[in-house]
């Protein structure tokens, strides 16, 4: 659990004020999200030097595998990026835990996902992952290709995200039916499969 004046001292931390105004007004479970992931979220209404917001609280849930680097990526990194993400108003580290948690900008419900999309948002990860790559603190796992730059990232990532991938075309759906029918014919596929081509 993390106490108001935690979050109140987190807040004025990311912004490097001491004496920043700072009241927690109301704070609410959400249900739900933590399914999966472990993390616990909180709808908290607070007052930033007069201003009220709405933010989400997130207490990151303990990574069993590697040490999570999302509370680091909110405090370092986003704040240099040209991407869109999250506004983070606070952050703070839990006791025992790696991570810790962070206070977030509410953002409105998102929209039903559309494949068009796709591609414009795996270049939109591919630039910050370019941005970043000469000057990449030195908690930030190392990627293979340190030289990738912004049109290098667009390459690669339109070699497995393209038109072909958004939409098969007719050709590309009798090549998956062929696939298919052929795998059932060989017994490497139990029924005869029947595809739907969905979008």
């Not at 983070?88 to 509410?106: F, N, S």
């Not at 409105?108 to 970043?132: C, G, K, M, S, Y």
């Not at 049109?151 to 075309?169: C, H, I, P, S, W």
Request: hydrophobic share 40%; aromatic share 6%; glycine share 10%.
């Amino acid at each position: 659990m993390v106490r108001d004046e935690e979050l109140c001292a987190g807040v004025r931390r990311l912004r490097g004020d001491d004496g920043l105004e700072v009241r927690v007004l109301t704070r609410a479970p959400l249900v739900g999200p933590e399914v999966g992931s472990g993390a616990r979220f909180e709808r908290v209404r607070l007052e930033i030097a007069g201003e009220s917001l709405v933010a989400v609280l997130k207490v990151i849930a303990p990574d069993p595998i590697c040490v999570t680097r999302e509370r680091r990526f909110y405090e370092e990194l986003a704040p240099r990026l040209r991407a869109r993400v999250p506004r983070a108003y606070g952050a703070g580290p839990v006791a025992g835990r790696d991570d810790g948690w962070i206070l977030l900008e509410e953002f409105p419900r998102a929209e039903r996902w559309q494949p068009a999309r796709a591609l414009e948002v795996a270049r939109a990860i591919a630039r910050v992952h370019a941005e970043t790559l000469d000057r990449a603190p030195s908690w930030l796992p190392r990627p293979f290709a340190r030289d990738l730059d912004a049109q290098l990232a667009d390459k690669f990532v339109g070699m497995y995200v393209n038109e072909r991938t958004l939409d098969y075309g007719e050709d590309g759906r009798e090549a998956v039916r062929r696939l298919l029918a052929m795998g059932h014919k060989a017994g490497i596929i139990g029924p005869e499969p029947r595809v739907e081509f969905v979008g």
